[in-house]
């Protein structure tokens, strides 16, 4: 079946840096998303990888090991609006994506 | 107006009545999507619609209605709901509704609908 795994929460400090993973068992791979939710919002997105590596935007970052099939996302200088949860998604060999259940994330001042 | 909009925001209905939810998108996107989001459980995909065609229905009870009358509307026909339907609906658009693994899709901020 497929499956994607990640933490369902996790407490940071303002001002510190955070890392969410994603593991993922997919039919077949053809990239991975992260996205941002704040509490009765919509989803929004944050980032793409299909390729190995460190993808850097400001100061959110996601890495994508495609041999491992695992994922994060770093967030660095965390604020208090950072609190949220970061849903990662995979795309499957028909391009469907298979969402996880989403980290929330809790800043702490 | 930008982005992708639905009305209401929230909803309460009984189990007996008939609602629909309406969603826009003013990107120009060519597909749309239905999806439900309970607590703590992935997003789960009800229905895909390209170019106003269905393209997906996940297995979704046909107490659930979807319509696209075009490109930039769609609706979710609600009728004799159970209390598990509780939950957020969100819709969202992309431009090209699959085959392009980068096809990233924009979200609205969903109805809230608690089923009584």
């Known amino acids: 079946g497929q499956n994607i795994d990640q933490p369902t929460e996790m407490t940071a400090t303002e001002g510190a840096i955070v890392q969410i993973n994603c593991t993922y068992q997919?039919?077949?791979?053809?990239?991975l998303f992260w996205y941002q939710q704040h509490a009765g919002e919509a989803p929004t997105f944050l980032s793409y990888n299909v390729l190995d590596g460190l993808e850097e935007k400001g100061r959110f970052s996601s890495f994508l090991s495609r041999s491992k099939g695992y994922s994060y996302l770093l967030l660095k200088e965390l604020q208090m609006k950072d609190s949220a949860s970061y849903l990662c998604?995979?795309?499957?060999?028909?391009?469907?994506?298979?969402w996880g259940a989403g980290t929330k994330l809790i800043i702490k001042p | 107006e930008t982005g992708v909009t639905q009305t209401p925001r929230h909803l309460v209905m009984g189990m007996t009545n008939k609602k629909s939810l309406k969603c826009e998108q003013h990107l120009g996107h060519n597909a749309m999507y239905w999806y439900k989001q309970s607590a703590k459980k992935p997003l789960e995909l009800m229905f895909v619609?390209?170019?106003?065609?269905?393209?997906e229905n996940n297995s979704v009870p046909s107490r659930f209605s979807p319509e696209c009358p075009n490109s930039s509307h769609l609706f979710l026909h609600l009728h004799t709901l159970q209390p598990e339907d509780s939950a957020l609906y969100l819709c969202?658009?992309?431009?090209?509704?699959?085959?392009?693994?980068?096809?990233?899709?924009?979200f609205g901020p969903g109805t809230r609908l608690t089923v009584l």
């Open positions: 619609y390209n170019f106003k065609e269905q393209t």
């Open positions: 998604a995979a795309t499957d060999s028909n391009y469907q994506l298979i």
């Open positions: 969202a658009s992309s431009p090209t509704g699959g085959g392009r693994a980068s096809d990233t899709q924009y």
């Open positions: 997919t039919s077949g791979f053809n990239g």
